[in-house]
């Protein structure tokens, strides 16, 4: 019997990874590359804010890439458009493709419904009374809709990274009862809320989307507390044992033309 | 002793995934793109109903690619002339290849059985009874005939991934008791049916012609039934314990020349 | 101690898989592609059949290339000679390899003495008796002659896949007995008799050449054929428990002329 | 409940390995790459000790690389400078980017914690006494500092390269209690401090920068120390049963203008 | 406690494998190849026998490369001045990497110690007497010179390839007792030895250097001896258990000019 828990879904999230074509690049005069440059700063501007959903621009660091692009939108269609608007730029035939994620941002019902019955009980509202199970699901919707369509976080430092629960041979995540995998999460979410204002979440679920289960970003003014919350975890028991890591990047949050100058594209 | 499963085989199939080179795309004149994209559209078209077969176009999400063309072709000769005919275009000397899957479109009889032997029973043949062997080849063949050679389902969005049975040390697929494996089938085909009306699933077989040993393309209106009921399947115990999945890649249908338009090949 | 099974070695052999570059390919003027093919199709034509060996040609299916030549020969000098050769025609500059296997024909003596033993003993010739070992090793090496220098198959769809056996840390083959091994290995070759005259099997060794053990060429007029047997295999014990596969590769046999058109490089 | 040890983080490090693309750099006229060595020699040196951080130069050994540049430096901002500077110069058009890994060398608790009680003792502050946490903490500070920030050390030969601790389905370092994995790491200490005067270590932690846990960079004057010392360690219990190891670089410290000549940049 | 075995070290190696970059070497004209070539074989000649070192250069077959070029000497400099020279030569400009490999050509004790004892027991020499341990000592020393020093074999054929222990959840050659180990090894070489005389293999370290533990590389004038020694081996009990095999690549072992002429690169 299958019982997968429920996720409530918001944004579908792309990120893209790209590194400047050097050899072309850096024979492009001048005055060419301003052109280019401008170009391409007024259309991440455009996408930045275009009143349903928001994208922001990276610095990155290291050889996986330059500039990561992030786009939040309502559908497929409105991130295709995005991919498409910036595939029209003369920049991007001097940029290459170093890793992409597709996703969208979901809570799991694993740690709201907790929230949500803990809200109803202090409200007077017991599990089992009348009414309660249409209580908690208007609770749950309520207190998860900020967090399905948020904005971009104003956090200095950017970490992304894929992940999957384990499907091994001895140990395996989908062959656990539903009781015990929903144990594990509640004792997972609480690093996070260790780290509330320091460290904002972003979970992203990609499964039929993309190549992991979860894309999970992270953004902080300091980043060594990207490390220490990723770091923690991986010793919490639901991380150690059923937890496998897709590639890491890591960036700084920056206006497009700031992000632009910062990798070299302008002076 | 082998025990294979006996399966029905339909269209042979072939999805090719495809990037823009945009580096030598965007320095082409303008009004060499739009004789490009015309050509290429046309034989697009030409392709997709050439009365025996069918072809489709998807403009994908992500760095995995821009386009997809899945042909769906009575023999393998046909599925090669298909990508002759693309490959003789203009724009693929535009394009770069990121990921294609070559298989034959399938119907397992440990599902297809099932069905079979239950019609019969309602028409009073029961099994074991005299003729009973010979009409259930016959059910079966006729309820096999529109899923083997079906046409593309008009839904909007795709899903593609290949997947294989686990050979693990330990949690080996292919080394159960044929009756537990089509006990394991019969269950995994629940969820399938309880997605009717919402995802249309096209299973293909790939043993001895690509990496994996299936590929499955699926078709939805809505992409959070895409991810529901991979993520679902995913708890279902043959999947939990013996399914390994590959690449995943997610496109919307569109017709030849609005897929060329919406990745911005024109505008 | 060391147990390795003897085994019997005929034709060096190679298969390398090429993808036309489309870009560069494309922009060339028809006059010159003519030219180009008609050399090609000429040093290809010298290689098929030089008295001394044998090379074919395939049409590939799929992003994994458009040609596959594969050439059988008695030495290593004469394998790197028809490489040469192909890589001085003016097509070669316009392919990209996709991949290659080196490997040597090769039968088991697992099932060779089987067969061998067996045709003694209906020619009175019982095991143990004065001089069964050397009518024994006569007997194989004339059993073996034609299948180790075979000609190329007539069959019009070709399989290939590399494969080893499994080195796991529980489900190891080099660790079990050899008797285990050879019984293993008969109950194998039975699926393979029972294809006779549908699939011809070529088993290569590679051990020491290239990175798996063994390269496996399928030919079959059905390419269902191809994949019932690859499958059918699958759940045979020795494949189920200890067999580990690369990548597979489909292709069509045809005349060089006719493969470069059916690529798309002529018309 | 997570218990991931403390750790203590000095200068965040870049190291970038690039091939030199010797089809368009052979290509340059004589004149041309002189002046090419020239500005990138310049922007090394710049580099090299700009007050607060070091860089430094090796050229690398094999195909996976010429040369490596290693920045150190105070935050994720200077590393992203170092990279665009060197993005600007002619030079980094004919390199093509091999590896990079980004991280911050760190002190681990574990083996600290033990050198600051004992210099504690022998001052007379016992465990557990009145003021004795505080006392740790600045003693474990002041101990820490000079390896936190170091200076490049001047050994002529580097090995670099990354590791994690495994997260096996049996074997998982992450599933150990706290106290078990200390007395593991204290005995892993022991290795390098038998190498001390031969090879300088310098631990980076990359847990949610990189791909993996750590980035290893020693330093010796002899390469076969190199080699023992790795070797060694792999014996050590923590490493044979918990490390897994990345790729290998190896690589001569050079001043700027020496390393671009070796590598055959200039003459 | 660690108790890694003792090895001894001779000359550093290097193996480097080019693929000829056909879409621009076959677009030369036939004066400039041929000049190109002639300093290439040059240059290569010069190299092969500096005095102090060994290189030698193969023909390979296969996608795997056209080329290998092998250095032998005593340091990491001048193996890097190996490189820089031929990466100065035109040819190198039309070569693409495949593969390389960086390691020290070494003795394990494991065996070495087993000769000398005996050698020194027939001296009447016995373990444990007054001065055996001097005597051992002087012994290895002497037995390892030549091996540790050699001159490029002249056998015909070549095979590479790198491999290591395994380091697995349950089967860790790391994590056997030392005793366990040499008991394995002494009988791992009786193997080599049956070979003497068909097969010279060397053997090099590269822990610390390059992505696997050793690099192992096989001459002979038969390449069915290459095939039937590395298959023998791996039903070995310490390679069946504890042997993971890298890629393996073959090939013919020709003066520098022969070798450039058999991969096409002259007539």
Redesign the interface.
């Known amino acids: 019997m299958?019982?997968?828990p429920i996720t409530l879904?918001g944004w579908?999230t792309?990120h893209?990874m790209w590194?400047?074509?050097?050899?072309?690049?850096?024979?492009l005069p001048a005055g060419e590359r301003s052109a280019v440059v401008a170009e391409a700063a007024g259309v991440l501007e455009a996408l930045a804010d275009p009143g349903d959903g928001h994208s922001a621009c990276f610095?990155l660091?290291?050889?996986?890439g330059?500039l990561c692009l992030m786009h939040w939108r309502r559908?497929?269609?409105s991130?295709?458009r995005c991919?498409?608007?910036f595939?029209?730029t003369?920049l991007?035939?001097?940029?290459l493709?170093t890793?992409?994620?597709?996703a969208?941002i979901e809570l799991g019902t694993y740690e709201l419904t907790g929230h949500a019955t803990g809200m109803l009980k202090r409200r007077g509202v017991e599990p089992g009374s009348d009414g309660f199970e249409a209580a908690l699901e208007a609770e749950m919707q309520k207190l998860a809709r900020p967090r399905l369509h948020p904005a971009v976080p104003p956090q200095r430092?950017l970490?992304f990274?894929p992940m999957s629960k384990?499907?091994?041979?001895?140990?395996?995540w989908?062959?656990l009862p539903a009781g015990e995998r929903a144990g594990f999460m509640r004792?997972h979410g609480e690093?996070g809320r260790k780290y509330a204002g320091k460290v904002v979440q972003v979970i992203q679920?990609?499964?039929?989307?993309?190549?992991w289960e979860w894309g999970v970003t992270?953004f902080a003014d300091d980043?060594?507390d990207?490390?220490?919350?990723?770091?923690?975890?991986?010793?919490?028991?639901v991380?150690?044992?059923y937890a496998?890591f897709g590639?890491?990047v890591?960036g700084?949050l920056l206006e497009p033309a700031e992000a632009l100058r910062?990798?070299?594209l302008s002076e």
Chains 1, 2, 3, 4, 5 share one sequence.
Do not use: H
């Open positions: 299958a019982d997968a879904e579908y792309l893209e590194a400047v074509d050097r050899a072309r690049w850096n024979a610095a660091l290291s050889q996986k330059d559908d497929l269609e991130l295709r991919e498409t608007e595939a029209a003369r991007r035939g001097y940029l493709p890793y992409s994620y597709l969208v430092y970490c990274y384990r499907r091994g041979e001895q140990v395996n989908y062959d004792g690093i679920g990609s499964v039929g989307f993309d190549d992270l980043p060594g990207l490390k220490e919350i990723v770091y923690e975890m991986r010793f919490d028991e991380s150690a044992r496998e590639p890491f890591t700084l910062r990798v070299g």
